[in-house]
C-alpha cells in the first residue's frame, strides 16, 4: 500500500524486493517564472532535480542520479576547474542546500552512504553527477559513451559547463554499457546490469548528451516506472497528442541537446510510449516539479 514517509516523501507501491522513494536533490530558481515552470506567479521559476532511492532486499540501496553533492554546496567554484561553473549558476540561479544533498535525505530516511551499493547515472550533467563521490562504496552505471563524453576533451562552450572532471575524479567503480541490448516497449534496452536486479534496465536515449538514457524500474504489479532524465522537461511534452512545453525549458532543450533530430525523435516515442502503453509505463522526466508532486503523492502521471 502507499504509505507516507519521512519529510513528505511517498513510498510507492512495489515488491517487498523493490522500494522507491521519489527526492529532489536540487533547486534551480531561473529568471522568467512560469515562462519556465508553467505555474509560478512571481518573477523566478523552479526546476528541480528528480531523484529515485531505491530500496532492494538483497541489492543494498540503488540510486537514479545523485542531483548536487556536498561539495557542490560547499565548494562550488573552488579552484582551477569549478564544480559548476559561473556562467550556469547564473544562468539557473542554483539554489545549493546540503539539506537538499541525497546523501543527507539518505540519512534522515535512517540509511548510512554505505548503504548505497549502485548509482544509475542517466547522464552525467553537473546538476545530475554532483552527488558521485558523497556514496564511495557505490558502484557508478553509466552508458559508455556518456562516460567517454564526459571524461574526455571538451569541445565547446555547452561541453565545457555541462561535464565537471572535478565531479568525477574521485569516483573509481565504474560500470560502462554499450547501446544495445533486448527489446522493452520497441526500445533498446540494456539488461542485466552488474549487481543489479533484472528489474532495473537502462534504457538508451540520445539527443540531449549521446550517451543520455533513461532508468526502467519495474514493480511486482508489472507496471514499469521509466525515469527518462532529461529526455524531455515539462509534464506537457509526454501523455497527449499534441506536445506542450514552456518557452524557457524549450529553449534551454536547445541549448543543451547534441542532436536535436535524436533527441525529438526520442522525445516523440516516449510521447507515444506515454499514451498508448500508460497502462502498463509511468513516465517521468528529471526536472518537472509536478511530475514529482505526483509521484510523492501516488498520482497517475
Do not use: K
Request: with cysteine; hydrophobic share 40%.
Amino acid at each position: 500500500m502507499i504509505r507516507p514517509f519521512w519529510g513528505g516523501l511517498i513510498l510507492e507501491r512495489w515488491e517487498p524486493a523493490l522500494r522507491i522513494h521519489h527526492l529532489n536533490c536540487g533547486t534551480d530558481c531561473p529568471l522568467g517564472g512560469a515562462l519556465f515552470d508553467g505555474r509560478s506567479r512571481g518573477l523566478l521559476g523552479r526546476i528541480i532535480c528528480h531523484c529515485l532511492l531505491i530500496e532492494t532486499d538483497a541489492h543494498g540501496l540503488v540510486l537514479v542520479d545523485t542531483g548536487y553533492g556536498l561539495r557542490d554546496v560547499a565548494h562550488p567554484h573552488r579552484g582551477p576547474e569549478p564544480r559548476i561553473t559561473r556562467p550556469w549558476r547564473l544562468l539557473l540561479n542554483i539554489r545549493l542546500r546540503e539539506c537538499d544533498t541525497a546523501i543527507r535525505q539518505i540519512e534522515a530516511l535512517g540509511f548510512r552512504a554505505s548503504d548505497v551499493r549502485h548509482i544509475v547515472a542517466t547522464h552525467l550533467d553537473f546538476d545530475h553527477a554532483g552527488g558521485l563521490e558523497d556514496f564511495p562504496n557505490a558502484v557508478v552505471h553509466v552508458m559508455a559513451r556518456e562516460y567517454d563524453d564526459a571524461t574526455g576533451p571538451h569541445v565547446g562552450v555547452v561541453a565545457r559547463n555541462r561535464w565537471r572532471t572535478s565531479q568525477l575524479n574521485d569516483v573509481r567503480n565504474w560500470r560502462h554499457y554499450g547501446a544495445s541490448g533486448e527489446p522493452w516497449f520497441g526500445f533498446d534496452a540494456v539488461r542485466n546490469l552488474d549487481g543489479l536486479p533484472p528489474e532495473i534496465l537502462l534504457v538508451p536515449l540520445p539527443g540531449h548528451t549521446w550517451g543520455h538514457a533513461g532508468v526502467a524500474i519495474r514493480g511486482a504489479d508489472g507496471r514499469w516506472l521509466l525515469h527518462a532524465g532529461d529526455a524531455y522537461f515539462h509534464r506537457g511534452e509526454m501523455r497527449q497528442a499534441r506536445r506542450h512545453c514552456t518557452p524557457g525549458l524549450r529553449a534551454y532543450q536547445r541549448l543543451m541537446e547534441v542532436d536535436a533530430t535524436s533527441r525529438m525523435a526520442n522525445q516523440g516515442r516516449l510521447r507515444s510510449l506515454s499514451i498508448e502503453q500508460r497502462a502498463e509505463v509511468s513516465v517521468t522526466c528529471a526536472h518537472d516539479p509536478v511530475e514529482l508532486e505526483r509521484c510523492r503523492a501516488g498520482s497517475p502521471l
